[in-house]
């Protein structure tokens, strides 16, 4: 198994934030939830998170908006963006906005693990 990563969850979904964190934990990864973007700002600005899974409808703010802040002040910080609501033409855009990838909700944990350990090797291929 890789090494453990440390992941930041912001969802509004509760029951999904909390299921899928446990989840996480139990295959060795560390995991801090938001269930708004305001949450998730103090957790990003510590420093903690090695990868971001950060819904696109959120009650604060618009995820893709959230994003933007993510890369510009945390450029090399991969985030995944979920959505219920997919488009090819949001799937696209939020690439181009540095999203790490773009996936349909509900999403199988397996494929989301394999996700966010892609987007974490992929950082560190980057950094080195």
């Not at 995820?63 to 090399?76: H, N, Q, V």
């Not at 181009?96 to 509900?106: E, H, I, R, S, V």
Request: contains cysteine; proline residues 5%; negative net charge.
């Amino acid at each position: 198994m890789e090494s453990a990563i440390r992941i930041l969850l912001v969802d509004d979904e509760l029951d999904f934030v909390e299921t899928t964190a446990k989840r996480l934990s139990r295959r060795g990864h560390a995991c801090k939830t938001a269930l708004t973007c305001a949450e998730g700002l103090p957790v990003l600005e510590s420093g903690w998170p090695q990868v971001v899974v950060l819904d696109v409808m959120l009650p604060d703010r618009d995820g893709l908006e959230f994003l933007k802040e993510i890369k510009e002040k945390w450029p090399s910080l991969p985030v995944i963006l979920l959505t219920g609501h997919a488009s090819v033409q949001a799937g696209l855009h939020s690439l181009q906005c540095g999203a790490a990838d773009y996936c349909l909700k509900p999403i199988d944990l397996e494929t989301l693990v394999e996700k966010i350990a892609i987007a974490h090797r992929e950082n560190l291929a980057r950094q080195a």
